[in-house]
C-alpha cells in the first residue's frame, strides 16, 4: 500500500515537472520563445529578402534650393515647410542593394493609400517611385512596406540643431551625425551617415534593422560626406 502511494507520487511529479518546463509565465514554451523574439517595433511586419534598411530622410529645403525649377512643386511649393522627409526606406545587403525587383505586387501605388503618407512623404510621384524601386525589395505588400516606412520615420528622434528657430546654420557633417547620435540612444557613428551637395546637407542616412533597431552598416557609414560647414536653409 505505501508503496503504491509513493509511486503514485513520483509520478505525479514528474508531470508536473514536465508541465512545468513546457509552460513559462502561463504560456506554452514554444510562444514564449516566439513573443521573445518579438521585433523592436512590434506592430510593424518583418520585411524578407535582404539584410536592413537605409532610412534616408531628406533635408527638403536643400532639395527645393538644389532642384530649382525642376523640384517637386507637392514638396516645395511656398506653402510648404517641410524640414526632413523620407526620400526613402531602403533594403540593402552587406554590400550593395537591390532594386526594382520583379514581384507580383502592383506597381501603381493607389492615391488613397499614398495620401495617408504626405505628411512624411510630400508627393505622389515620390511615393510611387520608391515602391517601384526599394519596396518592390522588401517582401512586403504595399501596404505593410509604407507601415514600416512610418514606424522607421517616427523611430527617429530629430535634433534641436535642425528646430526652425535655429536655421538657417551652418553644421559640419560629423557633427550632424553626432547630433543624430546623442538624440537616439542606441545609434552608434557606423550605422549613420550623411549626403551632402553643393555644399549642403541634403540627406541623414541611418541603418536598420528589419526590425528597426539601429545597426552598423560601414559601407553605407564609409561613403558619408565629411565636409565642414555644410549649408543647412530654412524652409522657406
Known sequence: MFKTLLNRLLTALAVLTIV???????KPAAQAETLGAVPASANSPAGTGFD?????LSWSPAYCQAEGANANRQQCAKDRDFGFVVHGLWPQFESGYPQFCPTRRPERVPSDLGREYFD????????????????SCSGLSQKDYFRVLRAAH????VPDEFAAQNLPAQIDAMEAEAAFIAANPGMASDGIAVACERGMLREVRICLTPSLDFRACREV???GCRIADLEVPEPD
Open 154 to 157: 517616427d523611430r527617429i528622434s
Open 20 to 26: 512545468s518546463a513546457c509552460w513559462d509565465d502561463g
Open 120 to 135: 512624411i512623404v510630400p508627393s505622389m510621384g515620390l511615393i510611387g517611385h520608391q515602391w517601384r524601386k526599394h519596396g
Open 221 to 223: 557609414d564609409k561613403a
Open 52 to 56: 536592413f534598411y537605409v532610412l534616408a
